[in-house]
C-alpha cells in the first residue's frame, strides 16, 4: 500500500529511465546519501568508524568493481586480492613520489594504474573462459603479490618490506596517517563509495553494459549481433580493475595506514570479495553492499555480540563466529541462490502487493 | 536501497553497550591469538601473560594495591583484526599495548604514537625503535631482530675460531615484514666477516617448503639460520631432518624455538639449536608461587598445559617486564593508579638487575639491563638452546652474548631517521608527563 508504482506517473522518457523509478527507492536512497553524508559524520566514533562503517565502505567498492567483472560480463576473476595490492602500492608510490599531490588525485590514478594492469591481465579473457580463466587471473593473483614483495623498487626500498602511508591532508584536515580523524577518512571513503557506485550503476545501464551482459549470456550471439569482445572484455577489466584499484588504495591509505603485499592482499581476499559478490547476488549494484555488509560487518558484530555483551572467551567467540558466518552462507545460499539481492526483490514484490496478495 | 544496511547498523548500535570505565584498576590489555594458522603458538604467550598478570592480582593484590584488569581480544594474526582490537581499547586507557606480531606492531607504530599510548614490542617489532627519541612510544627490550641476527653470527665466529671467511649461511625467512627484518643486519655483517649469505623466502603460512629445501641441498651451506613463525618453523625442521642437515648448523631465531616446532619432528630435531631471550623450564622459584595462587586456584588461563614451555615462559617475560614498568611509573609519579603517559615513562627508565630478577623468583631468566631514552632495546643479549630430543628439553648451551651493537646502533640511526624524516617527527626524547 506504501510501497508501489500506482500514482506515480511519468510524463517524459527520462523520467521514465531514471534509475529509481518508484518514488519510495528514490526517496530511500535520497534519505541514505543524506544520512551516510550528512548524519552520520556528527555521530561516529573511531571505533565505528575505523573497525566497522571504513572497512564496509572499502570492501563495498571492491565488491562492486568485482560484481562488474563476473556479475555484469560474467568473466570469472581470483585476482581481486592483486588488484587491491596493485592500486595501494601505486597510491603509495605517487603519494612518496610527489608529496603534494592531492591524495584525491592519488586515489584515481591508483585506479587508472590499476586498470592498466587489470587489461593487461584481462587479455587472456579473449580466448579462455569460465574456469580456466579463473585460473589465469589466479596466476595474476600469485605473480603481482610476488613482484610486490620482491622488488625493493615498489616499497621504496625498506628494510621489512613494509609499506607505510604518510599523512596527507584534504581542505586541511589530514585524511590518511596516525593523526586523520573518524570522520575524515569516513567522509572520504564515502564519497569515493558514492560516485563509485553512481558510475556502476550508470555504466551497466548504458551500452557498455548491455555490450558486458550480451558477452556474459551468449558470447557467440553477442558477437554476431554486433557486440566486438574484445572491447565488452576489456573494458570490463578496466572498470572493474578501476574500482578494486580505488578500494585497495583507500584499504590502504585510509583504513591500514602500513600493509604489506602477501599479509594484506593474498588470495584470501580475493576469495572474500568473491564471496561477498556470490552471497549478495551477481550483476546487482545494491548486491555488492549487502554482501559486504554479511561478510565484514557481520564477524565484528557477532563479535561485539559473543565478547563484549555475554563476556564470553574470545578464542571460543572467533571460532564460533566463523561456525555461524560459515552457516549463514549456506544458509542464505540455500534459501536464495541467487544472493541477499534476489531475498530483497521478493520481499519488494511482496509488498507491492500488500496488503492484498491475490 | 542502502536502507536495510543502515537498517542493520542503527540496530547494532543499539546492541552494543560501551564499555564502561572502571575506576581503581589497572587496564592491561591483551591482543592475543589462539585461533588461526599461529594459534598454537600465539595460545602458549598468552597463557604465560595472562598467568603472570593472575599472580599479581592474586598474591600482592595488584601492582601497588591497584588491581589490574585484564582484557582480551583476539587478533587470530590478522593486521585487519588487530587495528579493530586496537580502536576498542585505545579509548580504555590501555597501559601497554603487546600485539606479538611484527605486521600488526607497524599498524600500530603511528596510531599509539599519536594516541600517547606505549607499546611494548618484545624482541619483535621494528627494530629501529630503538631510537626512543624518534620512536617514544615504543619499546623493544630486551632485544631485536638485529641483534638476534648478530648474536647468532657471533656465535658462529666463536664456533670457528673467529672468521667466517668464505663460509656460506642460508636465511631461511618468513615472507612477512618479520620474517625480512634480519635481512639488512646479515647482509651487512656479510661484508664484515666475508661470508656468503643466500636468503629464502618462505610464503606464509610455511606449510609447503620443498622447493626452498632443494635449493638449499644444492647450495651445501655450512650454516642455515630461520626466521620462521607457527607451522613454518616445525616443516621447516622436519624438512630439514628429511635432508640430514646436520641439525647443530641449524639456528633459529628465539621465535623458531618452542616446543611445538621440534617435537613434530621426533628424534630428528635432535641438536637443533635456536637463540634463547630468556631461561625456559620450570625450575624458577616463581612458579611454586604460580601453583599455588594461580593453578590451584583453578585461575590458569587456556588449559593449563603450556605451563613452562619456551612461549610460556616469554609470555610471562613479557608480563613481568610490564609489571615492574608499571612498579617504575608508581614510583617516578608517587601515584598507585597511573595513565599510559606515566606507564611510558615507567618503561623509558626501566632498569633490571640480577638481585631483582632473583628477588622476582626469575634468577638468571633474563638478561640485565637499563631502558634510556636513546636506546629503547636493552642490550640485546641472547643465548643460545639446544634441543635434546630424549629428554624433550632445551638447554642451554652458552651463556649470554652480545650483539655487535655499534654496527646496529648505525644502522639503527639511519632507518629511524629515516622514519623521523618522512613522517615529519622531530627527534627528541619525552619530558615526564605532569600528572
Known amino acids: 500500500m506504501i510501497y508501489r508504482e500506482a500514482g506515480d506517473f511519468k510524463t517524459s522518457y527520462a523520467a521514465d529511465n531514471q534509475t529509481f523509478p518508484l518514488r519510495g527507492d528514490r526517496l530511500a536512497y ?38 562488474i567483472l563476473i556479475g555484469y560480463c560474467g568473466q570469472l576473476s581470483l585476482g581481486t586480492g592483486a588488484f587491491m595490492a596493485t592500486g595501494a602500492y601505486a597510491a603509495f608510490k605517487l603519494t612518496t613520489a610527489f608529496p603534494s599531490l592531492n591524495i584525491i588525485f592519488v586515489i584515481i590514478l591508483a585506479g587508472v594504474v590499476t586498470a592498466g594492469v587489470g587489461v593487461a591481465f584481462g587479455l587472456p579473457s579473449l580466448r579462455i573462459k569460465g574456469f580456466y580463466l579463473a585460473v589465469a587471473t589466479l596466476a595474476a593473483q600469485f605473480f603481482l603479490i610476488w613482484l610486490y614483495t620482491r622488488t625493493p623498487w615498489f616499497f621504496n626500498y625498506s628494510p621489512t618490506g613494509m609499506i607505510s602511508m604518510p599523512t596527507r591532508e584534504l581542505f586541511g584536515y589530514p585524511v590518511t596517517g596516525a593523526s586523520a580523524t573518524a570522520v575524515s577518512g ?29 558477452i556474459r549470456d551468449m558470447d557467440i550471439a553477442a558477437e554476431i549481433i554486433g557486440v566486438n569482445p574484445l572491447r565488452a572484455k576489456l573494458s570490463a577489466f578496466a572498470v572493474s580493475s578501476f574500482l578494486v584499484g580505488i578500494s585497495g588504495a583507500l584499504f590502504f591509505t585510509v583504513y591500514l595506514g602500513a600493509a604489506e603485499a602477501g599479509e594484506s592482499f593474498g ?86 502487493l500488500w496488503p492484498f496478495p491475490h | 536501497m542502502m536502507n536495510m544496511t543502515r537498517m542493520a547498523a542503527v540496530l547494532a548500535v543499539t546492541m552494543t553497550a560501551a564499555a564502561p570505565a572502571v575506576a581503581q584498576s589497572l587496564h592491561f590489555p591483551m591482543l592475543n591469538y589462539r585461533t588461526g594458522p599461529f594459534g598454537p603458538n600465539g595460545m602458549a604467550f598468552a597463557d604465560g601473560y595472562q598467568d ?7 598474591r600482592d593484590g595488584g601492582i601497588g594495591g591497584v588491581p589490574i584488569r585484564m582484557t582480551e581480544c583476539e587478533t587470530a594474526y590478522n593486521t585487519e583484526r588487530g587495528v579493530e582490537c586496537y580502536q576498542g581499547i585505545r579509548g580504555d586507557s590501555p597501559l601497554v599495548i603487546q600485539p606479538l606480531s611484527t605486521g600488526i606492531t607497524y599498524q600500530l607504530i603511528p596510531r599509539t604514537m599519536e594516541d600517547q599510548v606505549p607499546m611494548h614490542t618484545m624482541g ?36 670457528n675460531d673467529g672468521s667466517l671467511e668464505g663460509k656460506k649461511i642460508v636465511l631461511l625467512y618468513h615472507n612477512s615484514a618479520y620474517g625480512r627484518e634480519p635481512i639488512p643486519t646479515l647482509t651487512r655483517l656479510a661484508e664484515h666477516h666475508g661470508y656468503e649469505l643466500i636468503t629464502i623466502g618462505v610464503d606464509s603460512p610455511g606449510q609447503e617448503q620443498g622447493n626452498q629445501w632443494l635449493q638449499i641441498r644444492r647450495e651445501r651451506p655450512d650454516y642455515v639460520t630461520m626466521w620462521g613463525w607457527g607451522v613454518m618453523n616445525a616443516v621447516a625442521i ?18 623458531s624455538g618452542s616446543e611445538q616446532d621440534v617435537r613434530p619432528a621426533g628424534a630428528g630435531a635432535h641438536g637443533y639449536k635456536s637463540l634463547a631471550m630468556h ?157
Open chain 1, 30 to 67: 535520497y534519505l541514505a546519501v543524506i544520512f551516510a553524508l550528512g548524519v552520520v559524520p556528527f555521530f561516529i566514533n573511531d571505533y565505528w568508524a575505523n573497525a566497522i562503517v571504513i572497512p564496509f565502505l572499502i570492501y563495498t567498492i571492491a565488491a562492486l568493481g568485482l560484481n
Open chain 2, 238 to 255: 622436519q624438512e630439514a631432518a628429511n635432508i640430514r642437515f646436520p641439525m647443530e648448523n641449524f639456528i633459529g631465531v628465539w621465535w
Open chain 2, 52 to 58: 603472570y598478570l593472575t599472580l599479581i592480582n592474586e
Open chain 1, 267 to 352: 588470495i584470501d581476499k580475493s576469495f572474500l570479495v568473491l564471496f561477498m559478490v556470490i552471497i549478495g547476488g551477481l550483476g546487482s549494484i545494491l548486491g555488492s553492499f549487502l554482501g559486504a555488509f554479511l561478510l565484514v560487518v557481520g564477524p565484528v558484530l557477532l563479535k561485539i555480540l559473543l565478547v563484549n555483551n555475554l563476556g564470553w572467551p574470545t578464542d571460543v567467540a572467533a571460532h564460533l563466529e566463523i561456525m555461524i558466518i560459515g552457516a549463514l552462507i549456506i544458509l542464505f545460499l540455500v534459501m536464495e541462490p541467487h544472493g541477499l539481492t534476489a531475498l530483497w526483490r521478493t520481499i519488494k514484490e511482496k509488498l507491492r
Open chain 2, 124 to 159: 619483535y617489532g621494528r627494530t629501529s625503535a630503538v631510537n626512543g627519541e624518534v620512536f617514544n612510544w615504543t619499546f623493544n627490550y630486551p632485544g631485536t631482530y638485529w641483534d638476534g641476527a648478530s648474536v647468532i653470527i657471533n656465535y658462529l665466529l666463536e664456533e
Open chain 2, 279 to 435: 631461561g625456559t623450564g620450570r625450575d624458577y622459584p616463581i612458579y611454586d608461587d604460580i601453583q599455588e595462587y594461580v593453578i590451584d586456584r583453578g585461575l590458569a588461563a587456556g588449559t593449563g598445559d603450556e605451563v613452562g614451555t619456551v612461549l610460556y615462559s616469554r609470555g610471562m617475560y613479557a608480563s613481568m617486564l610490564a609489571v615492574e614498568a608499571a612498579k617504575k611509573a608508581q614510583e617516578i609519579h608517587g601515584v598507585e593508579e597511573i595513565t599510559p603517559a606515566m606507564m611510558r615513562d615507567g618503561m623509558a627508565n626501566l632498569v633490571i638487575t640480577e638481585e631483582l630478577m632473583e628477588e622476582l623468583g626469575l634468577p638468571g631468566f633474563g638478561p640485565a639491563f637499563e631502558v634510556t631514552c636513546q636506546n629503547h632495546g636493552g642490550t640485546g643479549e641472547a643465548m643460545i638452546q639446544q634441543w635434546d630430543a630424549e629428554s624433550g628439553t632445551w638447554s642451554l648451551i652458552t651463556d649470554w652474548i652480545a650483539p655487535n651493537r655499534d654496527l646496529i646502533m648505525e644502522m639503527v640511526m639511519e632507518d629511524s631517521l629515516a622514519y623521523a624524516a618522512e613522517n615529519n617527527i622531530e627527534p627528541q626524547c619525552l619530558e615526564r608527563s605532569g600528572g
Open chain 1, 186 to 214: 569516513y567522509l572520504l571513503c564515502a564519497v569515493f563509495l558514492i560516485a563509485s557506485a553512481w558510475l556502476a550503476r550508470n555504466l551497466t545501464r548504458g551500452t557498455l553494459g548491455r555490450q558486458w551482459m550480451a
